[in-house]
Structures are given as structure tokens and as C-alpha cells.
């Protein structure tokens, strides 16, 4: 199981970006689709996850209203479109896929930077 994320970049705050997740080989499904970010030096954490649908998202404090994740689950596709950009949101991000309700996130590939300027 590996997922590929794409779409980060470098813009200055206040932009949009729209990452993007999919498989890199051989398409699965899933229970739970995540995105996660981590800075140089510093654990992972959870920026939002979704479900089969949308009411089920959830999202880390310091991007609610900010950031909406989609997905679809049966392709295991994920994407985390990110308005109002700030400088503390600079990191790697990374997708994630949870098979079923009691397993654990796994999938992660190398990840996108995303680089915000003030």
C-alpha cells in the first residue's frame, strides 16, 4: 500500500493551494483517508481525515475553516484544498490510508512540501 501526494508548492500567505493523493501502484480501498504534515525536527500530526463522507472530516485546530479535505474512499483518493495560507502552515505533507476501523494509518510515500512566505 503506497499513496503518492502532490500539488504543494511555494506562495505567499493568504494563497490557495490543492494538494492531491492517489495510489502509486495498484488502486485499493479505504476506510479512512488522512492528510498529516510534519516540520523538520518534529512529530507528525493529524491536519484533517474524512470517511466515507464528508460529515465524518475532521480537522486539527489550527486549520478549521481554513482547509476542507474530500476523498473517495473506494479509489483511495484524497485532496486537501487549503485557502488563507500562513507561514506556520510551512511542512511536509503527507497522505495517509486507514484499510479498516481498527487498523492504523500507513501508505505514506515521500510526501509535498508546502512552503508559505509572509
Known amino acids: 500500500v503506497q499513496l503518492q501526494a502532490s500539488g504543494g508548492g511555494s506562495v505567499q500567505a493568504g494563497d490557495s493551494l490543492r494538494l492531491s493523493c492517489a495510489p502509486s501502484?495498484?488502486?485499493?480501498?479505504?476506510?479512512?483517508m488522512a492528510w498529516f504534515r510534519q516540520d523538520p525536527g518534529k512529530e507528525r500530526t493529524l491536519v484533517a481525515a474524512v470517511g466515507r463522507t464528508t460529515r465524518s472530516a475532521e480537522y486539527a485546530d489550527s486549520v478549521k475553516g481554513r482547509f476542507t479535505i474530500t476523498g473517495d474512499g473506494a479509489k483511495s483518493t484524497a485532496y486537501l484544498q487549503m485557502n488563507s495560507l500562513k507561514p506556520e502552515d510551512t511542512a511536509v505533507y503527507f497522505c495517509?490510508?486507514?484499510?479498516?476501523?481498527?487498523?492504523?494509518?500507513?501508505?505514506w510515500g515521500q510526501g509535498t512540501q508546502v512552503t508559505v512566505s509572509s
Open positions: 501502484g495498484r488502486t485499493f480501498s479505504s476506510y479512512r
Open positions: 495517509a490510508t486507514k484499510r479498516d476501523p481498527f487498523g492504523t494509518y500507513e501508505g
